[in-house]
């Protein structure tokens, strides 16, 4: 039995699965051209909150990728389903956003009225995603919104990613400065929670074991995969190693060395 006959979707993280800052990893576009040309479903799913879906789609292009906007799911997007969960409950009505532009354009279509300034001091909810402007005002403002009572909300929980000198930080890692300021924990939207998974469900990805979800962290990706139902590839190209599956209470149903072996045979692959 092979991969490609096991699934009907496919659903990829981007960073340490298809691509390792401006490189490809593996044979990725070839992975990516024959599930496309056996008919399979693709999508991608993303914890990076400052990138569009037509950013990623133009990244993928250049690395000789084909994609389409309508295949991307992010973390702004599953924030948006967040917010418009909890606004009817908790009566939110205005917003201090921090974060990309992108994430700003998303949490503006949820009809919250931005407030900037001195104004974000008194606003009702406070949305965080990293981004390369952050600052020091930024953690100020949002830490006082929410000593006040504002809503805290977070793109995802992710605490660094790999760069090319080791671990940065990431939305975690600045969620966590204000929790540690205003004594307030954040609610978080991406995986491995189920926001991103109900969208993909939407976009007409079933449930079950006959998706595949092809990712590099096990407390990210493998974990929101199993709890959506999904059968889960971890692949050892990105944040996790050999050695951290040892103790690992979180077992994906395989682990690959790379996406290249997509292609290959199931056997040897089964982790269970
Ligand atoms: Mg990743």
């Known amino acids: 039995m092979d991969f ?16 390792s800052g401006e490189k490809t990893i593996g044979d990725s576009p070839r992975v ?31 690395l000789g990728i084909e994609s389409y906007d309508s295949e991307f799911v992010t973390s702004p997007m599953a924030t948006v389903s967040l917010i418009k ?8 009505k205005t917003v201090f956003i921090m974060g990309s532009d992108y994430l700003k354009n998303e949490v503006r279509r949820t009809g919250l009225v931005e407030l900037y300034g001195e104004n974000s001091l008194g606003a009702d909810l406070v949305v965080m995603g990293s981004h390369p402007e952050f600052n020091l005002e930024e953690i100020k403002t949002a830490s ?22 080791g671990r940065a930080p990431a939305t975690g ?30 976009s007409g990805v079933a449930p079950t074991k ?7 962290s096990l407390s990210t990706d493998v974990a929101g995969g199993k709890k959506a139902g999904y059968s889960t590839a971890l692949v050892l190209s990105g944040v996790t190693k050999k050695t951290d599956l040892g ?26």
């Open 4 to 19: 490609q006959n096991s699934f009907d979707h496919f659903v990829f993280d981007l960073d340490g699965v298809i691509y």
């Open 32 to 62: 990516l051209e024959t599930l496309r040309k056996n008919k399979k479903g693709i999508r991608f799913i993303t914890n990076n909150p400052s990138r569009s879906p037509s950013d990623y789609a133009e990244k993928l292009s250049k």
């Open 85 to 92: 969960e909890k606004t009817p409950s908790e009566k939110w």
């Open 144 to 165: 006082i919104a929410i000593g006040n009572g504002a809503g805290f909300i977070g793109t995802n929980a992710d605490y660094f990613y790999p760069c090319e000198h």
């Open 173 to 202: 890692a600045l969620l966590a400065s204000v929790e540690a300021a205003s004594g307030k924990k954040a609610v978080t939207a991406g995986k491995p929670e189920r926001y991103m998974f109900d969208l993909l469900e939407e």
């Open 210 to 216: 006959k998706t595949l979800l092809v990712g590099d």
């Open 247 to 272: 103790n690992n209470e979180i077992t994906p149903d395989f682990i690959l060395e790379n996406i290249s072996f997509l292609l290959g045979s199931r056997q040897g692959t089964d982790h269970k």
